[in-house]
């Protein structure tokens, strides 16, 4: 079994708040979160997109995950807004920054666009509103078989009755399209006592439409296959991979090796031939 | 549903056998608010988890039969038992409950089981090396 994710901290500047959020989570068993930044381009003027803060600016040592052990796993996340099909851009560099990427797209062309060609992780689903299109079979179709991820996230419906109405009601009519297949669900949290547990949320998932396995898994395995999907993104076919160097410097010759057992009877098989 | 051994008379051992699921299920809960001072009396508690209930699901939510069994008013943590088709309904409505009185508040479920006796340890406390 794979373990738990919560793939959407919301950000915020105060950075006690932030490390508070950070904790419970690895308080409640979260094994890996992401933060995440939102950004809504608007028409009127260019706006910058955010810059992820190293986490190592907000805390020293990682919280211990509860019942593992081990320091949670913190990684940075990008949602865009999209109002027009170009807020999105897919070669900026920018993007590069972040571990995982995400859209919310709020139209019915952009959400099948987001679906077929965008280059993504996560498609959000609008939980704060009623949903201003259907969901069709071919868009969500191409999504999964893409490996791109639909969220829905939960923070809403604990903060207010009408939201957790909107969030009700589009969650199962996803559900009732995509049949479980690649959901996965989140927070959204602002604040520490919007978190709740992994096995509350699996739970939740069976009130949203979900069957008993495929709701475990919307916090666990799919997320997995989510951070796994970002990390293929920048390779060549999830083989390859090419980073700059920033050192003009030649790299300092490492010490030569001590001759251990494994290297000498290779290089035995070496000389006999 | 229990048999005795019937081959073994002296036996002192007597094999339990469960065909049916279990009827009840069991919560431990802990109730965490924003302002930690906040008295709760266990009636208060119940009637919160009642109308968490109510919003929910209704009328018929609201006539889910569970019991608040034992309750700590200092450290506001309880154990509940719920018939185990109402499991789903009642654990839902408490992950969904966010305000208690317009301060934040957030249910933390520790532990569930179908059976008491599994409450009384938490393997998750556990230090593991």
Known sequence: MSVFMDLNLSFCADKSRLRSLIETAAHLGFSTVAVNYTFEPTAKKKQEIPAPMPITDLMDQLPV????????RVLNRLTVVMSDS????????????FDLLAVQPTSEKLFHVACMTLDIDIICITVTEKLPFFFKRAPINGAVERGVMFEVSYAAA??????????????TSLMETCKGKNVILSSAAEKP??????????NLGLLFGLSDGDSKEAVSSTCRSA??????????????RTTKTCSVTPIQQEAPPEESDAPAAKKAKLEDE | MRREDETDETSVFRRVVLKNAS??????ICLVLDDESTKLSAVDLKLFILTGLKNLFGEVGAAISFDLLKYDEDTLSGLLRVPSRSLVKLWSSLTLLGFY???????????????????????RELKLD
């Open chain 2, 23 to 28: 009827p009840y299920h069991y919560m431990k």
């Open chain 1, 158 to 171: 604990i903060r207010d009755a009408t939201m957790r109405r909107y969030t009700i009601a589009n969650a």
């Open chain 1, 193 to 202: 006592l919007e978190l709740r547990g992994p096995y509350d949320i699996t």
């Open chain 2, 101 to 123: 009185q317009n301060q934040a508040c957030a249910f933390r479920v520790l532990q569930v089981s179908p059976y008491l006796l599994s409450l009384t340890g938490n393997s």
């Open chain 1, 227 to 240: 951070v796994l999907h970002a990390e293929t993104r920048w390779t060549a076919s999830g083989i390859i």
């Open chain 1, 86 to 97: 170009s807020h999105f851009r897919p070669t900026a560099p920018e993007y590069r920054r």
């Open chain 1, 65 to 72: 995950v509860q019942g593992r052990s081990r320091p949670i």
